[in-house]
T-cell receptor, first 114, second 113 residues
């Protein structure tokens, strides 16, 4: 089954404790992206990757890091989480250009930073 | 720069009634337009998209949207809603020559039995 998986699905942590949210897709997609969803703000793009070793900032990259060492994986790293990073996070992937292709979304990771 | 405005944050509608969810966008370049749906506790899935050609686009589950270039709008419609249409709906744009994606703030559609 074609899918995007995220782990963990739920995470409660404390300020300053480094964490990684994993994202993996089995569709051989070149493009992967991370979004955060907040009430009243919709989804905002954090980082995206056009292919292995090619990443770029989205609209809200502060406080986040990403890496793309393998085509299927695109982990999101919070090196020193803060309460304002409490949010629902989605990973997505698509083939070719994101501008016209459908993005496939993971189930989401709900992060709470105390 | 691009921005997407969804004019209604919440839309309650009775079952079998028609519904329109409004979306306006602003962009200095040409964009592709999308509607995504998010069912409770799930990720987003594509409802429909406008790339070119006919301005009336049909999507899944009986939804359709009309692109109006002069008004920079892309409103979503359904002639008769069902309980199962209760969800969050997001309008989004992506520039022709770009790698970023811009979502609106979402419209929560609640279908009342």
């Amino acid at each position: 089954e074609a899918q995007v998986t995220q782990n963990p699905r739920y995470l409660i942590t404390v300020t300053g404790k480094k964490l990684t949210v994993t994202c993996s897709q089995n569709m051989n997609h070149e493009y992967m992206s991370w979004y955060r969803q907040d009430p009243g703000l919709g989804l905002r793009q954090i980082y995206y990757s056009m292919n292995v070793e090619v990443t770029d900032k989205g609209d809200v990259p502060e406080g986040y890091k990403v890496s793309r060492k393998e085509k299927r994986n695109f982990p999101l790293i919070l090196e020193s989480p803060s309460p304002n990073q409490t949010s629902l996070y989605f990973c997505a992937s698509t083939s070719g250009g994101v501008s016209y292709n459908e993005q496939f979304f993971g189930p989401g990771t709900r992060l709470t930073v105390l | 720069a691009q921005s997407v405005t969804q004019l209604d944050s919440q839309v309650p509608v009775f079952e079998e009634a028609p519904v329109e969810l409004r979306c306006n966008y602003s962009s200095s370049v040409s964009v592709y337009l999308f509607w995504y749906v998010q069912y409770p506790n799930q990720g987003l899935q594509l409802l429909l998209k406008y790339l070119s050609g006919s301005t009336l686009v049909k999507g899944i589950n009986g939804f359709e949207a009309e692109f109006n270039k002069s008004q920079t709008s892309f409103h979503l419609r359904k002639p008769s809603v069902h309980i199962s249409d209760t969800a969050e709906y997001f309008c989004a744009v992506s520039p022709f020559t770009g790698n970023q994606f811009y979502f609106g703030t979402g419209t929560s559609l609640t279908v009342i039995p």
